[in-house]
């Protein structure tokens, strides 16, 4: 009998922890099926000369089984979605996590499923996102005026950046490095590992500790294939699936440390805000928040900030 051919796909360098928590899911499925499954993972599709987002529809259409994608490219499909890309809604990864975790992350799943026929497996962390720049250091929305800066294809993300002066350009993973490397755009953001691990922090010396987003991205798989898999199969994955979410989340708070670590030794210049420079930012962008506030479904943005916690408490 041929083994089950599970195929993941993803868009960073082999050191990445999206990687080598995928790495830890083929792992689960072996220890558990052992040679019923053949796990083969190509970790960086950009290095092929794909766009990352071409993923998406290789999963939706059942080319690959699986793929972690940033679910920024998501809101098309999934308005609500969109309120994991506001501006500095998440304090901390636990709050994200409990609500990736509960009832946000199963209305999303189930949105998902229904809009693109995914099956949602986990939701990785997608790390607070930073700014880097090559002109100035970043201490006020005044410094972000006429910086151009690559963006993700979020229309959010995109709206917060003008309302604090920079020039969104939204571009692919794949173009990313070419445009820092040429100047085609002065500033950028990702997390740290990211900025460290694509060699962003060679042409960009300023970094701001901003963490002005927190990202997820989602372990999609193809829905139909899921569902036509023996259902030792399909538990053997949801197991692997929640060890490798597990071990990524421990890496991404790691990875945070040792990445400001390498930044700071290789001389970049880190600004770390203070409560009031990080206010000003806040209420640049507050007005965003308020009316996408106002769009969302009942219960969706309440259920990533709390009850408690209104648009205006953001501000």
């Given at each position: 009998?041929?083994?089950?051919?599970?195929?993941?796909?993803?868009?960073?360098?082999?050191?990445?922890?999206?990687?080598?928590?995928?790495?830890?899911?083929g792992?689960?499925?072996?220890?558990?099926l052992?040679?019923?499954?053949?796990?083969?993972?190509d970790?960086?599709?950009?290095?092929?000369?794909?766009?990352?987002?071409?993923?998406?529809?290789?999963?939706?259409?059942?080319?690959?089984?699986?793929?972690?994608?940033?679910?920024?490219?998501?809101?098309?499909?999934?308005?609500?979605?969109?309120?994991?890309?506001l501006?500095?809604?998440?304090?901390?990864?636990?709050?994200?996590?409990?609500?990736?975790?509960?009832?946000?992350?199963?209305?999303?799943?189930?949105?998902?499923?229904?809009?693109?026929?995914?099956?949602?497996?986990?939701?990785?962390?997608?790390?607070?996102?930073?700014?880097?720049?090559?002109?100035?250091?970043?201490?006020?929305?005044?410094?972000?005026?006429?910086?151009?800066?690559?963006?993700?294809?979020?229309?959010?993300?995109?709206?917060?950046?003008?309302?604090?002066?920079?020039?969104?350009?939204?571009?692919?993973?794949?173009?990313?490095?070419?445009?820092?490397?040429?100047?085609?755009?002065?500033?950028?953001?990702?997390?740290?590992?990211?900025?460290?691990?694509?060699?962003?922090?060679?042409?960009?010396?300023?970094?701001?500790?901003?963490?002005?987003f927190?990202?997820?991205?989602?372990?999609?798989c193809?829905?139909?294939?899921?569902?036509?898999?023996?259902?030792?199969?399909?538990?053997?994955?949801?197991?692997?699936?929640?060890?490798?979410?597990?071990?990524?989340?421990?890496?991404?708070?790691?990875?945070?440390?040792?990445?400001?670590?390498?930044?700071?030794?290789?001389?970049?210049?880190?600004?770390?805000?203070?409560?009031?420079?990080?206010?000003?930012?806040?209420?640049?962008?507050?007005p965003?928040?308020?009316?996408?506030?106002?769009?969302?479904?009942?219960?969706?943005?309440?259920?990533?900030?709390?009850?408690?916690?209104?648009?205006?408490?953001?501000?």
């Open positions: 009998m041929q083994p089950i051919l599970i195929r993941c796909g993803g868009y960073q360098p082999p050191a990445s922890i999206h990687n080598r928590a995928a790495e830890v899911l792992k689960g499925l072996a220890a558990r052992g040679a019923s499954v053949r796990f083969e993972l970790g960086n599709i950009v290095a092929r000369g794909h766009n990352a987002a071409d993923l998406l529809e290789w999963v939706r259409t059942g080319k690959i089984e699986l793929c972690y994608f940033s679910t920024s490219y998501l809101a098309e499909a999934v308005p609500e979605i969109a309120v994991l890309d501006p500095f809604l998440v304090d901390n990864r636990e709050q994200a996590y409990a609500a990736l975790d509960g009832s946000l992350g199963e209305r999303l799943s189930e949105r998902l499923a229904a809009a693109r026929g995914y099956k949602v497996l986990a939701y990785f962390d997608n790390g607070f996102r930073h700014w880097s720049n090559r002109v100035r250091p970043i201490r006020a929305p005044a410094d972000c005026r006429g910086l151009r800066i690559r963006t993700l294809f979020s229309a959010t993300h995109q709206e917060a950046f003008r309302a604090l002066g920079f020039e969104p350009v939204p571009l692919d993973v794949k173009d990313l490095l070419a445009a820092v490397r040429a100047g085609t755009v002065d500033a950028q953001d990702n997390p740290l590992t990211n900025i460290y691990n694509f060699a962003i922090h060679a042409q960009h010396r300023h970094i701001t500790l901003s963490s002005h927190w990202g997820a991205a989602a372990l999609l193809n829905g139909d294939t899921f569902a036509s898999w023996p259902q030792a199969v399909r538990d053997a994955v949801i197991a692997a699936a929640a060890e490798a979410t597990a071990a990524q989340r421990c890496m991404a708070a790691e990875e945070d440390v040792e990445a400001l670590a390498k930044l700071t030794a290789a001389g970049c210049e880190v600004v770390r805000l203070t409560d009031a420079e990080r206010g000003a930012f806040i209420r640049a962008v507050a965003i928040v308020d009316r996408h506030h106002a769009e969302f479904p009942p219960g969706v943005f309440e259920a990533l900030v709390g009850g408690a916690r209104t648009a205006g408490a953001a501000a």
